[in-house]
């Protein structure tokens, strides 16, 4: 069973369109991630979450501690977002990571 | 104000030859990671360094892979006769304490 579980795997939307990635876990965490990898390879943190919420930009980022759930949404979404968007948990103060399988973001124009 | 620098960026290897991979964190930054992503597989956490320590190797192999940050210089991921299934990206991040983490660029190995 994996600690950390995303979904959808993939997911393709039009332009302009609200997009929502979720990430289930099943350990305590001292922090979650959103990454954000390009199709080139290159990787992006964007957020890191230990409670609440965060918004940067056109992405915001939330987590619920006790139901162990993040979301990532992307408002008004934009071709240059087609990317793939992995979750991150922090576990053990910190030392140890788990990656989800990650979201493959597709935005159509 | 650079951002992590990982050299080199591809490196081809024939097996049983050892490769390194050098990662220069974030000026300021005293906490470095390293993590590989296999092809078509997710990242994994491989090793946790401070200056001079290693704090986590847990997601290391635990054979002819060692990882080392010394007081100067870049960090070093080492792989000793390397083998095809160890041809993978290797990306290296650091931070500023536990806070956010900024990636390198990666170094792409292939093992012939």
């Known amino acids: 069973k994996n600690e950390v579980e995303q979904s959808p795997q993939n997911l393709t939307a039009q332009e302009g369109e609200f997009i929502t990635i979720n990430c289930s876990y099943s350990v305590g965490i001292s922090a979650l991630h959103w990454l954000q990898q390009h199709p080139g390879g290159g990787i992006v943190s964007l957020f890191m979450?230990?409670?609440g919420k965060k918004k940067h930009g056109r992405l915001i980022a939330t987590i619920n501690i006790q139901e162990k759930h993040s979301s990532l949404h992307i408002t008004a979404s934009h071709p240059r977002d087609s990317a793939v968007y992995i979750c991150?948990?922090?576990?053990?103060?910190?030392?140890?990571?788990?990656f989800g399988t990650g979201t493959s973001l597709t935005v159509i124009p | 104000n650079a951002g992590v620098m990982q050299n080199p960026r591809h490196l081809v290897r024939r097996r049983g030859q050892e490769a390194r991979l050098r990662c220069s964190p974030m000026k300021g930054h005293s906490h470095v990671y390293w993590y590989r992503q296999l092809p078509e597989e997710g990242l994994k956490f491989m090793v946790y360094l401070q200056k001079e320590n290693i704090i986590d190797e847990s997601g290391m192999p635990k054979e002819r892979f060692s990882a080392e940050f010394p007081k100067e210089g870049p960090s070093i991921l080492r792989i000793q006769q390397v083998v095809r299934g160890d041809s993978a990206a290797y990306f290296c991040?650091?931070?500023?304490?536990?806070?956010?983490?900024?990636f390198g660029p990666g170094t792409r190995l292939l093992v012939l």
């Open positions: 991150v948990i922090g576990v053990n103060t910190g030392n140890q990571f788990y």
């Open positions: 991040a650091s931070s500023f304490f536990q806070e956010t983490q900024y």
């Open positions: 979450l230990s409670s």
